[in-house]
């Protein structure tokens, strides 16, 4: 099963960046990982909320196939410990036909027909992360989970 992880817009912090391709080649050794930056199409401006969540709802979906399961990362999503997480993580395997895709939002959080299109909603935390930190906090606690599944040592 693939598993991939899209946020809108682009990051070069470069410690973001660094500490990302640490668990990104990580993860190479339990799934099939696709991480993919969304941005607006060349010539495409938002001058305000509803317009930049009308323009990433519309790459969103065009990027999505129908049988992908979409689960966002929701400030209003269920919450999860590690172990939690990765328990979520087998049932997800266990029922999904095709990739299971975690969806970080923009600024301006997700069109309503995005939370239509959702299979489900998770939170990493009730405290707030810029959008670029949540990519490194996320692909850590999705490598935690695939060590928990396995058996190993890292989470103790």
Known sequence: MKVAFWCIGKTEDAYILEGF???QKR?????????KEILF?????????????ELEKDEI??????????????????????TGFSTFMQKMFNESNGSLVFLAGGAYGFHKDIYHRANQNISLSRMTFT??????IFIEQLYRAMTILKGEPYHH
Request: proline fraction near 4%.
């Open 61 to 82: 979906l065009k990027l999505l196939k129908p049988n992908d399961t979409l689960i966002l990362l929701d400030e209003k999503g269920k919450e999860f410990d590690s």
């Open 27 to 35: 993860l190479t050794n339990y799934l099939s990982f696709e991480y």
């Open 41 to 53: 199409p060349k010539g495409k401006k938002a001058t305000n909320a509803a317009l930049h969540q």
């Open 131 to 136: 959008h670029q930190m949540v990519r490194l």
């Open 21 to 23: 391709a640490l668990y």
